[in-house]
């Protein structure tokens, strides 16, 4: 609008620049409230009417055409702003809806779980969203510490749905069931009963024990990353390659392994949004390369630079949820 009054001002009338006085208000509809929008809308119909007096056109067709575009774009600012405004209030009010659920999901999970030293860490692949279909539990129970991290198949509210299952089931059977199989089994049926068909959940159930013993039971997840105390790492991975959760076919059950960890070793639990994030390049995250992050003496501190690396690295927002849980023993 200056630049617009500044043209008419000094090259006169034949510019022919007046009705570009409505592309303030037009502007002032994408960023501002209503009232920001009806005052530029207001100041810009002053200044037309003003240069148009200056130049001599105000009783002239081009000094009212002008006029009238700047009133037709203001009117039309003002009714685009209202709408705006109660779309961002409509959105700001399903966002929150969505934190509690997330904070009813996926609850914070305890610092120290028995034996163990937990931290979690969560990105949602659009920041806005704050939930999504990654899942992670730590319980517990009588006979060890069982932890469950997964993935589901597929994005928006039925993977929520499903993920809401699974944690539920994850829950309840980690307190009751003797072994991992069984708690797999238990998973398996609630899975095949709630979910639809060709939808399936990836997951990795950990035992943990006093004598630093680790059973793992694998369905089809990304395999748990060991760092050792000299700073290698290597993946835990399952002798064989097991179908995931919920596809409905009588194939065999994953066999549960065992590893021992040291003192001062450590286990990443992860979701497939972290080792397949992908820099500007199409390079995916180098997870094991910058297992040297985690050294840090609290699991926290190790898991949030882990995190802020994996953000550098993709440099931008995204493209899948990542979920990482790190475990440590207590006193290493």
Do not use: W
């Amino acid at each position: 609008m200056t630049v617009v009054t500044v043209v008419d001002l000094t090259a006169g009338p034949e510019v022919g620049f007046l009705p570009l006085l409505s592309l303030g208000p037009a502007f002032a509809s994408l960023v501002g409230g209503i009232r920001r929008a009806a005052l530029i809308g207001l100041l810009a119909l002053v200044l037309c009417l003003s240069l148009a007096a200056f130049d001599g056109l105000l009783d002239s067709v081009r000094g009212l055409t002008a006029a009238g575009s700047v009133v037709g774009v203001g009117a039309a600012g003002l009714a685009a702003a209202a709408v705006r405004q109660r779309h961002e209030t409509e959105l700001a009010s399903v966002r929150s809806i969505a934190e509690v659920a997330q904070r009813v999901l996926l609850r914070p999970v305890p610092r120290a779980a028995g034996h163990l030293r937990v931290a979690v860490s969560y990105t949602s692949a659009v920041a806005e969203a704050r939930i999504g279909g990654d899942l992670y539990e730590v319980v517990n129970s009588p006979t060890g510490v069982r932890v469950l991290v997964g993935d589901v198949q597929g994005k928006g509210l039925e993977a929520v749905e499903t993920a809401a299952v699974v944690l539920a089931a994850f829950r309840e059977a980690a307190y009751d069931e003797p072994d991992l199989p069984a708690v797999s089994a238990r998973l398996e049926r609630a899975v095949n009963r709630h979910m639809p068909a060709e939808r399936f959940v990836t997951a990795v159930l950990l035992e943990t024990h006093e004598d630093r013993t680790v059973t793992v039971l694998n369905h089809g997840h990304p395999s748990p990353l060991v760092v050792r105390a000299d700073g290698t790492a290597r993946l835990a991975e399952p002798p064989e390659t097991s179908p995931p959760l919920g596809l409905g076919l009588d194939l065999k059950p994953p066999a549960p392994y065992c590893l021992a960890l040291g003192r001062r070793d450590q286990m990443l639990l992860y979701t497939d949004g972290v080792t397949e994030a992908r820099d500007p390049d199409g390079r995916f995250y180098p997870l094991q390369r910058r297992s040297f992050l985690l050294r840090e003496a609290s699991p926290d501190s190790a898991l949030e630079s882990l995190r802020r690396d994996l953000v550098r690295h993709v440099g931008g927002p995204l493209h899948d949820d990542a979920a990482m849980l790190l475990l440590r023993y207590r006193g290493g």
